[in-house]
């Protein structure tokens, strides 16, 4: 089972991304979190293999974050989700995140990004 925590401040995005993704089997949505500060306490607490992370969000946004994701836990995989281009997702990328993806195109993207990273 690849345990998935998804961290926005969007909560119909977050039931979005569950719906993306409702039909793997072996994907085990573990929580959410509404911000970067809650995001990084529900890592530890909760122990995902993937951490879905969009970068803005108030309070502690996931540029904030992703750091401190990854320096409290290396062995999870943090992939962006973003509604910024892709330049500003690559940002992302410098901080440790392990891939990113367009919101606009979760659809056919996520999953396969989700596997990929969970691999490593």
Request: hydrophobic share 50%.
């Amino acid at each position: 089972m690849i345990r998935i925590l998804v961290v926005d401040d969007d909560p119909q995005f977050r039931h979005l991304v569950r719906l993306v993704l409702r039909h793997a089997d072996d994907f085990e949505f573990v929580g959410e979190a509404a911000d970067g500060q809650e995001g990084v306490d529900r890592v530890g607490e909760l122990r995902p293999d993937v951490v879905l992370l969009d970068l803005m969000m108030p309070g502690l946004d996931g540029f904030h974050a992703l750091p401190l994701i990854r320096s409290a836990h290396p062995e999870v995989a943090v992939v962006v989700l973003t509604a910024l281009d892709a330049d500003e997702a690559a940002e992302g990328m410098l901080l440790g995140a392990s891939g990113f993806v367009e919101k606009r195109h979760i659809t056919e993207r996520l999953e396969p990004l989700v596997r990929r990273c969970a691999s490593r």
